[in-house]
């Protein structure tokens, strides 16, 4: 089974920087889409930010442009989420998310996950701003 581990959330002040990596654990990613999410206190998960397997296509949420970037390492088997300028509304659990080949889009994957037949998750790296 797939399993996804995330790390570098923490405490930092309104303007601070943090940035997220995410690696599996038995599976090589290359071929995997991957994205970052974000669960603040609430029913609601929301896609944050995804990258394609290698072609380089990105995507971001309005809220994070400018301020956010996704990136990945293939050959370290990565995927990072570098956060600059944040914001008490960034505050929230972070995950990790992963889909196997042939089956979404960038797109596809932060806006409608609820229609991806298969989605691995990380359990979560805590991020909260706060001055």
């Known amino acids: 089974q797939l399993q996804l581990v995330e790390s570098g959330g923490g405490l930092v002040q309104p303007g601070d920087s943090l940035r997220l990596s995410c690696t599996a654990s038995?599976?090589?990613?290359?071929?995997?889409?991957l994205g970052w999410f974000r669960q603040a206190p609430g029913p609601e998960r929301e896609g944050v930010s995804c990258?394609?397997?290698?072609?380089?296509?990105?995507y971001y949420r309005e809220f994070v442009k400018g301020r956010f970037t996704i990136s990945r390492d293939n050959a370290e088997n990565m995927v990072y989420l570098q956060m600059d300028s944040l914001k008490p509304d960034d505050t929230a659990i972070y995950y990790c998310?992963?889909?196997?080949?042939?089956?979404?889009?960038?797109?596809?994957?932060?806006?409608?996950?609820?229609?991806?037949?298969?989605?691995?998750w990380g359990q979560g790296t805590q991020v909260t701003v706060s001055s």
């Open positions: 038995g599976f090589n990613l290359d071929s995997y889409t």
């Open positions: 990258i394609s397997p290698t072609d380089g296509s990105t």
């Open positions: 998310a992963a889909v196997p080949p042939r089956v979404t889009t960038v797109q596809a994957m932060c806006t409608m996950p609820e229609y991806v037949e298969l989605i691995y």
